[in-house]
């Protein structure tokens, strides 16, 4: 093995010693004709491999600035991302992947984030949350007030498959759930659905630690929501969960403003 790797470093790298020897002859030619040529072109490499150096690490700060928007079907999330990015209203369909653009939040510092927009369907939702969630920043969780006293049990377990999630990252994410549809007369408001869903969060985290756990024993994702022995409250999650509401479709039609103004304040607070 040594005489091998001997004959590799003799070579000058497999690939490198290869071209080495052009490389020298461009050198001593470039030398030749003018001695300052070489620096001028050593020069310019070293400033593009920087550039390159830094939209590297900007793209990955990008990727670090993620807001999943998730909930169930019909909840509205692709209509608010669609205000958000745009501030028109836009029919919209049942999304089957997802959708990313860049949002520019209204503060002095001209931050930005990328929404992601998650598809909602019971059979591809949790497909997308482990795709993304390592990159989020953030997680807006839409909620339907108008349809959530119906909903409210499936609401809860995909809110506690994303809790868990969330909990598990070492980055510990913000974290929303938005009520949206108040412009609807049944819509529940923001405090009744917060009492409501730690209700039934606190049933499904029973039933959920009596099952047997499927969980890898590497794995550092909690098993529990909140404090053993004591009723579940959003309080008592090591994350902090917000709650507002909001209209992505306004009080006045399809034409008229939608009501996201807290939601907007909210993502130029986390950014």
Known sequence: MATVNSRRVGDGGGAGGTFQPYLDSLRQELQQRD??????????????????????????????RAVLLVGLCDSG??????????????DTQTSITDSSAVYRVNNNRGNSLTLIDLPGHESLRLQFLERFKCSARAFVFVVDSASFQREVKDVAEFLYQVLIDSMGLKNTPSFLIACNKQDIAMAKSAKLIQQQLEKELNTLRVT??????????????PAHLGKKGKEFEFSQL?????????????????????DIQNLEKWLAKIA
């Open 77 to 90: 999330k692709t209509l608010l991302f669609v205000r958000l990015l745009t501030g028109h209203y836009r």
């Open 208 to 221: 959920r630690s009596a099952a047997p756990s499927t969980l890898d024993s590497s794995s550092t994702v």
């Open 35 to 64: 001695p300052t040529l070489l620096s001028v072109v050593l020069a310019v490499a070293v400033v593009l491999l920087t550039l390159v150096f830094w939209k590297f690490i900007w793209s990955r700060k990008r990727s670090q």
């Open 238 to 258: 090591p994350l902090k969960v917000e709650f507002l509401e909001c209209s992505a479709k306004g009080g006045r039609g399809d034409a008229g403003s939608a």
